[in-house]
Nanobody
Framework: QVQLVESGGGLVQAGGSLRLSCAAS????????MGWYRQAHGEQRESVAV???????NYADSVKGRFTISRDNAKSTLYLQMNSLKPEDTAVYYC?????????WGQGTQVTVSS
């Protein structure tokens, strides 16, 4: 059974930082492409950052230079370091794993950035 458990969300002032974590189980983590997505209230879910099993990364234009995605294959954990946070970064952040044509999602963690 695949499980993705996010943590690290919270309330932060604009300009602050947060680090999200996603602990994965039930998958061979090191062989899986992973990503972070977010969904603001009333909006569609959007891709924030993705990292391939080989470590190649890609970011949404809105977070380039501020967010960093990384992975620790030994710990089966995905990270998202978020710096210089803005109120428009407020959303529920979801961890995603894509394996053999199936997308798996965590339960999400709320990030709220106050102005």
């Amino acid at each position: 059974q695949v499980q993705l458990v996010e943590s690290g969300g919270g309330l932060v002032q604009a300009g602050g930082s947060l680090r999200l974590s996603c602990a994965a189980s039930g998958i061979l983590f090191r062989t899986i492409d992973m990503g972070w997505y977010r969904q603001a209230h009333g909006e569609q879910r959007e891709s924030v950052a993705v990292i391939s099993r080989g470590g190649m990364t890609n970011y949404a234009d809105s977070v380039k230079g501020r967010f960093t995605i990384s992975r620790d294959n030994a710990k089966s954990t995905l990270y998202l370091q978020m710096n210089s946070l803005k109120p428009e970064d407020t959303a529920v952040y979801y961890c995603n794993a894509y394996d053999l044509g199936t997308a798996y999602w965590g339960q999400g963690t709320q990030v709220t950035v106050s102005s």
